[in-house]
T-cell receptor
Framework: GENVEQHPSTLSVQEGDSAVIKCTYS??????FPWYKQELGKGPQLIID???NVGEKKDQRIAVTLNKTAKHFSLHITETQPEDSAVYFC????WGSGTYKYIFGTGTRLKVLA | ETGVTQTPRHLVMGMTNKKSLKCEQH?????MYWYKQSAKKPLELMFV???????ENNSVPSRFSPECPNSSHLFLHLHTLQPEDSALYLC?????????????FGPGTRLTVT
């Protein structure tokens, strides 16, 4: 089955700097990788995703890169702002016993310092 | 905000109590999920319902009993819980199951078992 590891567990950056969060996965058959953002008191919310037929996807200040050979994908946030402070989760899908589910990373707590 | 609401937001219960968590989605989705979120652990999928039928029971103890009376409502009935069951319980929905679909999460119910 799939195993997802996420690093770092906490990350502090100065406002305006960039932040990078990395995840590795084990199942070479995985082909879809979403990133979720969870703010205090709220549930996770999808912010960007990537499918395995592309190596990079960008949406304004957020980008995700995928290296299928190395089996890792990363979230990049540029020009960080205080409202980017949250917990970020990566995920990868897995099929097991005929059912489908996401395996989530353990999360990265990002603090953007003003 | 996400179209998924959960009640109550906070719940304290003794080990001999019986309580229920409620989830409602206003998105017209066909799949609904229960997740458990514990500190420093990945999101754990508990149950999946697709078109009101349970399709995934992720080895969850029988003291947790889900119910999906229709595609918009999902319940989690709790009885004789243990202190280690204290966690944030998140409900989510998606357009369909299975597949690489965005999951929309509710804000969660913070459960404390005393």
């Amino acid at each position: 089955g799939e195993n997802v590891e996420q690093h770092p567990s906490t990350l502090s950056v100065q406002e305006g700097d960039s932040a990078v969060i990395k995840c590795t996965y084990s199942d070479s058959a995985s082909n879809y990788f979403p990133w979720y953002k969870q703010e205090l008191g709220k549930g996770p919310q999808l912010i960007i995703d990537i499918r395995s037929n592309v190596g990079e996807k960008k949406d304004q200040r957020i980008a995700v890169t995928l290296n299928k050979t190395a089996k890792h994908f990363s979230l990049h946030i540029t020009e960080t702002q205080p409202e980017d402070s949250a917990v970020y989760f990566c995920a990868a899908p897995t099929w097991g016993s005929g059912t489908y589910k996401y395996i989530f990373g353990t999360g990265t707590r990002l603090k953007v310092l003003a | 905000e996400t179209g998924v609401t959960q009640t109550p937001r906070h719940l304290v219960m003794g080990m001999t109590n019986k309580k229920s968590l409620k989830c409602e989605q206003h998105l017209g989705h066909n799949a609904m999920y229960w997740y458990k979120q514990s500190a420093k652990k990945p999101l754990e999928l508990m149950f999946v319902y697709s078109l009101e039928e349970r399709v995934e029971n992720n080895s969850v103890p029988s003291r947790f009993s889900p119910e999906c009376p229709n595609s918009s409502h999902l319940f989690l009935h709790l009885h004789t819980l243990q202190p280690e069951d204290s966690a944030l319980y998140l409900c989510a929905s998606s357009r369909s199951y299975p597949g690489h679909r965005e999951q929309y999460f509710g804000p969660g119910t913070r459960l404390t078992v005393t």
